[in-house]
């Protein structure tokens, strides 16, 4: 029983963080942000995988998300990201970055 207490007692200690002293961390790599303000003559077209490949393009966004009504999303935020709104007939209603 004994054994089983200073196991579990030793395998937590391996999960508490270690504070860095006299060291700064590494910056994080710059990510390409979205700007999907040169996109506003596509509102009204009908979305395509040709027409992704242009807003992907144009807007420097490194992924893009088609957003129908009614499509669950998640809330986290991606400056990298082009969300495209879609009404139910598949035409882009607008564009943000997140």
Same mark, same amino acid.
């Given at each position: 029983?004994?054994?089983?207490?200073?196991?579990? $007692?030793? !395998?937590?200690? #391996?999960?508490?963080?270690?504070?860095?002293?006299?060291? @700064?961390?590494?910056? *994080?790599? &710059?990510?390409?942000?979205?700007?999907?303000?040169?996109?506003?003559? $596509?509102? !009204?077209?009908? #979305?395509?995988?040709?027409?992704?490949?242009?807003?992907? @393009?144009?807007?420097? *966004?490194? &992924?893009?998300?088609?957003?129908?009504?009614?499509?669950?999303?998640?809330?986290?935020?991606?400056?990298?990201?082009?969300?495209?709104?879609?009404?139910?007939?598949?035409?882009?209603?607008?564009? &943000?970055?997140?």
């Amino acid at each position: 029983m004994k054994i089983v207490l200073v196991a579990a $007692l030793l !395998g937590s200690a #391996a999960c508490t963080p270690v504070e860095m002293r006299g060291e @700064t961390p590494a910056a *994080a790599p &710059t990510e390409t942000a979205c700007n999907a303000d040169s996109l506003g003559d $596509l509102v !009204g077209k009908r #979305a395509s995988d040709a027409r992704a490949d242009v807003m992907q @393009t144009r807007s420097g *966004a490194r &992924t893009l998300r088609w957003i129908a009504p009614n499509t669950a999303t998640t809330k986290d935020f991606r400056v990298d990201r082009l969300n495209v709104y879609v009404d139910a007939k598949g035409r882009i209603e607008r564009f &943000t970055c997140a």
